[in-house]
């Protein structure tokens, strides 16, 4: 097998806040995941992605950052890290880090020189501006976490520019010193084994030097146009291309790492962050099962087709269900969607990205409004439901804090029957079928590596088929899935004339061979069967 690790493997996305408090402060943190890395192992999965993990202030938790080059004490210590990385590594997993280059803390020592005074040497490392005409904001940027982009600072009496929180001020990425200074942090960690980085928000680094005002946004043409341009001031601009490259070339450097990049942008626009000869990073996020308004058959068939039509020559698809900036995959859909939903995920084609609870089914928590904590929930969108304790155990702190400590969030409603002990010991839970899923797909090239072609016309609408062949191998897999609420009989005799076996369904409970011409598929079951 030649193939890079980040195409064969699966990424399990951890809120370090989120998975296991071991230091008892109801926090989270990296002796908490290490104890539990044979629990990840034993997922099948290949690579864990870790939410920042660098010293903050926390104002959005650690994506405000004041420090690249240590951890913060809530999370442990840098031998902590170290210590984690040689564990996983020892476990055959990969260590992923976030990396948020657009944006520091305010309180990062490079902020505190930039706005010390207007001819500081680090002036230039942020966006400073002007007010507009009667002390008015410079332009009508807005803010992702609500209000203006633009903060005044009292001290030089200029504007800086924070697409997020105000204690988020933007680096200047035109300033030459600046991609410097972050491609060294990107080495620091390199240079300590880090296998790669999940980088922050890559549409936004390169900023309108005329800082012109957005234009009105249209009104939507489709139903699923969630992720679109809105801003050419400051999404996906062209200088950022050479920001990737730079960053590729950098990682390139090194033996097999990865780059991931978070982009929310139509997948037209998305693919060209694999670079023009993939010299980009290596997977752009594909968020389309994220921000689709539905799931449903045709939703998800529109987006496979769709995805795979602009994917450039080469280029190595991958899909994500779910992260921490969004409701979870088992609120999203009905009854049974989360288990069809990983299915999907796991069996489509391309490297699948899971993020942590989901191998639960495990659904938003209710956040009592005295508990509310996102600096986003001000915009209405809260994304502290998406970001509950683990739940290890039914204990009352669900085994994710000791006994006694009130996590950061409430634990989510439900934890006593849905919780990892639980689900290891029922065949039949979303557990098992996480664990059955990746153990498939591990077993067979056709799943990891081959080709993907939709069954149209025969498949109910409800249905949603596919084939995956490997390359001069006998077996190739049939994916069914059926997303409605009744019974079904599926013909799917497309797929092979053949006598086929049903290898996995959803529910865990049947096996053997099927009848391809009269597929019965329960409700919201899937199943994957081998065809000769
Ligand atoms: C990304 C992160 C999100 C964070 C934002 C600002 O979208 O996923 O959690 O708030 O960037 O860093």
Redesign the pocket.
Known sequence: MTEPWWQTGVVYQIYPRSFADADGDGVGDLPGIAAHLDYVAGLGVDAIWLSPIYRSPMA?FG?DISDYRDVDPLFGTIDDLETLVRAAHDRGLKVILDL?PN?TSDEHAWFAESRASRDNPKRDWYIWRDAGPAGAEPNNWPSFFGGSAWELDETTGQYYLHL?HRK?PDLNWHTPEVRAAVYDVMRFWLDRGIDGFRI??LWLLAKDQTFADSPPVPPREHELDVARLEHPGFEDREETHDIVREMRALVDEYDHRVLIG?IYLPYERLVRYYGERLDGVHLPFNFGLVTASRFDAPTVRRLVEEYESFLPEGAWPNWVLGN??ISRIATRTAEGGARLAQMLLLTLRGTPTCYYGDELGLADGEIPPDRVVDPQAATGRNRDPARTPMPWEPSPTAGFSPDGVEPWLPVAAGHKQRNVQAQAADPRSELSLFRALTALRRGRRALQLGSLRLLGGTAPDDVLAYVREGEGEGEHVLVALHFGAEPRTADLSAASARPADLLLSTELDREGEVDLAALELRPREGVVISVR
Do not use: I
């Open positions: 959005d994506y948020v944006h997020f988020q922050d928000v978070e921490h900036d």
